[in-house]
């Protein structure tokens, strides 16, 4: 603050020290009315008391505004009493901000508290998964991880996409579901979703009766499948990183935990040093990668891949169908629509084949099916 300067005017000085009066007084009354409203507690006020004070007792008050005025430094006087009392102002003001800092960190605490009693309360009364049936002949078989029974499914009345279908496939399991364009490969996909409800039959994935979920359940079986698109369906505003991450704060994992996953499947793929590059600086290859590392980051037990080579190239083909194979030897049960020939035929998986609708074949190490 700028210094005062006092010329040695009565009047002046008079005008100085009433005003300078004026503050103590206020500020000893702001200091009475606060303590009056604070619970007396002993060891504070003898703290209190021991502390250095600004306060200028009025019986001294006179006696030293003569000594100042005898030695000409009443300015200095003046201001050494201004600052002091703006110093204990600053200091409540910094004591006054810490309070409110805690009093928000308590509230945020509070509220994080009462949300993970929340979700554990949830996640207690939510039943678990109902395991698959089977009639009193046949023992229940832990190993299914999708089956079908009497599936059928019309868009049309009397015209099935989907007509009686009956499969079984076990955890762990490669599965190609091969056919024509319109044969039903889409929409058996999109039933396992439960995108779709059949129209007859009864539909079981990873433990969950699919038609008979309830619309709130739904995204906790999808959860269980990742799901790769030909058309890979990435965020083309975010990078790599944060197309895969995406996944992960759909299922709110913590931060720490996500900065830990992403780039591990991003490993796992190959593309760990391409995480800050954008879908359109990469590939048609590249882009299924990230789509199936988005997938798989949230480890489900079972992939879901629609055409996934659909528009790639040969060698990218080749790639990424070596990638899946890896995948499926590390747990994951893979199933695969194609109308690939090629790769079937190559690969000696499980195969089943659909025509209009119908199971028309499956053979273990089996090759794609010459429909004609």
Not at 63 to 91: C, F, K, P, S
Not at 179 to 204: N, V
Not at 257 to 265: F, G, Q, S, T, W
Not at 349 to 367: H, W
Request: avoid cysteine; aromatic fraction near 4%; glycine fraction near 6%.
């Amino acid at each position: 603050m700028a210094k005062r300067e006092l010329n040695g005017d009565p009047e002046e000085i008079k005008a100085a020290i009433a005003d300078l009066q004026g503050k103590v007084a206020a500020k000893n009354a702001a200091s009475e009315e606060s303590y009056e409203e604070e619970t007396y507690d002993e060891e504070a006020y003898e703290e209190e008391e021991n502390a250095p004070t600004v306060e200028i007792a009025v019986k001294n008050f006179e006696d030293r505004i003569n000594d100042t005025v005898r030695l000409g430094n009443v300015g200095d006087l003046i201001n050494e009493a201004e600052e002091e009392l703006e110093e204990q102002q600053r200091y409540e003001e910094e004591i006054e901000a810490e309070e409110r800092r805690q009093r928000r960190e308590m509230r945020r605490r509070s509220r994080m508290e009462s949300l993970k009693k929340e979700r554990a309360a949830e996640e207690a009364a939510e039943p678990a998964p109902r395991k698959i049936k089977r009639n009193k002949k046949n023992k229940p078989d832990d190993d299914i991880i999708i089956e079908m029974e009497g599936v059928s499914k019309s868009y049309v009345k009397g015209v099935p996409a989907l007509n009686d279908v009956n499969l079984k496939i076990k955890k762990g399991e490669f599965v190609f579901i091969v056919g024509d364009s319109g044969s039903g490969k889409s929409t058996l996909i999109r039933l396992l979703l439960r995108e779709l409800k059949p129209t007859t039959g009864s539909i079981w994935v990873n433990g969950y009766q699919v038609e008979k979920l309830r619309r709130g359940k739904v995204p906790k079986l999808r959860r269980s499948m990742g799901v790769v698109f030909q058309d890979f369906r990435l965020l083309k505003d975010r990078n790599v990183y944060e197309n895969v991450a995406f996944a992960q704060r759909i299922i709110q994992v913590p931060i720490r935990e996500m900065k830990r996953n992403v780039p591990n499947i991003l490993a796992t793929v190959g593309l760990a040093g391409k995480y800050k590059a954008r879908p359109d600086e990469l590939s048609g290859g590249e882009q299924q990668r990230v789509a199936l590392a988005r997938a798989l980051v949230n480890r489900p037990p079972i992939l879901l891949a629609d055409e996934p080579t659909g528009n790639l190239d040969p060698k990218n083909t080749i790639e990424i169908m070596n990638l899946l194979d890896t995948i499926n030897k590390n747990g994951t049960t893979v199933l695969v629509v194609t109308h690939n020939d090629k790769i079937v035929n190559d690969m000696q998986k499980r195969v089943i084949t659909i025509k209009n609708g119908v199971i028309v074949s499956d053979e273990e190490m089996g090759g794609y099916l010459d429909e004609d």
